[in-house]
């Protein structure tokens, strides 16, 4: 009788026992693969980047050009070199 109960037993636990074993081995990578994810920029993000850097320098300009003409001056674009990206001279 004690041998059929452990005998019972023994089928699930083998399961649990062989996943346990099996996510145990496949963590290392698991890892690996989120890190180099984590450190690596794909391609897709680098245009969002470049494209945010954009807006906000050509809005910096807007709101120069904008402030320039309420002063009634010229308006000085190198105020906004430092905000966003600004184009190659």
Known sequence: MRLLIAAALA???GGCVARTALDVVTLPVKVA??????ATTSQAEADEKR????RLYEECLGKE?????????????????????????
């Open 11 to 13: 089928l699930p636990l």
């Open 65 to 89: 050009g904008r402030r320039a003409n309420r002063d009634k001056r010229a308006p000085d674009y190198a105020r906004c070199d430092d905000v966003g990206e600004a184009p190659p001279r």
């Open 51 to 54: 494209g945010r850097a954009i």
């Open 33 to 38: 693969s989120k890190t180099v994810d984590l």
